[in-house]
């Protein structure tokens, strides 16, 4: 199978510039769950996605928001972006729920100038 | 909420000595400990998991323990090599349904020759 896709790798962008980021699960997978990586923070719960339904959020702004579609395949979008949102932004799929094994994509390097 | 800590946050050792890596989790309702290892520039992949029926479990040169009493588990690394470098991640996550799985910080492991 496949593994979890996310596009685009990189991105730049100015503060105040919105963005949106895509995560493709494995083929199956029903829940998709994001995660902000810093240096020294290690990685920070966004929210999880199951069938279409935001079953969980962390403790972000809300300018953080997500969406998950029929097809399982998941966007995040940080609108009014600031310095401090520069990160990795990884998605995991798993099975059916987010304690079950998460299967990480190889992340969105988002760079905010 | 649920919260895990993470002890050493960087731990050197020479090629064929152990490691131990220590989490502590606050949610005693938490039943699911996956450690992920990360190299540098690649996703967190999944090297081993246990669930709180068990103490403790093993795969080859990697072990991990849990206390579900004392409310923290470790991982131990024998006979490091070293393509074991790696950041490595501990995780924990409850039994609810969409409950989000919450990392520790990381711990840097380099292991030299």
């Known amino acids: 199978k496949a593994g979890v896709t996310q596009t685009p790798r990189y991105l730049i962008k100015t503060r105040g510039q919105q963005v949106t980021l895509s995560c493709s699960p494995i083929?199956?997978?029903?829940?998709v769950s994001w995660y902000q990586q810093t240096p020294g923070q290690g990685l920070q719960f966004l929210f999880e996605y199951f069938s279409e339904t935001q079953r969980n959020k962390g403790n972000f702004p809300g300018r953080f928001s997500g969406r998950q579609f029929s097809n399982s395949r998941s966007e995040m979008n940080v609108s009014t972006l600031e310095l401090g949102d520069s990160a990795l932004y990884l998605c995991?799929?798993?099975?059916?729920?987010?304690?079950?094994?998460?299967?990480f994509g190889p992340g969105t390097r988002l760079t905010v100038l | 909420g649920e919260n895990v800590e993470q002890h050493p946050s960087t731990l050197s050792v020479q090629e064929g000595d152990s490691a131990v890596i220590k989490c502590t989790y606050s949610?005693?309702?938490?039943?699911?400990f996956p450690w992920y290892k990360q190299e540098l520039g690649k996703r967190p992949q999944l090297i081993i998991d246990i669930r709180s029926n068990v103490g403790e479990k093993k795969d080859q040169r990697i072990a991990v323990t849990l206390n579900k009493t004392a409310k923290h588990f470790s991982l131990h690394i024998t006979e490091t090599q070293p393509e074991d470098s790696a950041v490595y991640f501990c995780a924990a996550s409850g039994p609810q349904a969409g409950t989000a799985l919450i990392f520790g910080k990381g711990t840097t492991l380099s292991v030299s020759s």
């Open positions: 949610d005693s309702a938490s039943n699911y």
């Open positions: 083929s199956g997978h029903r829940s």
């Open positions: 995991a799929s798993s099975l059916v729920q987010g304690r079950d094994t998460q299967y």
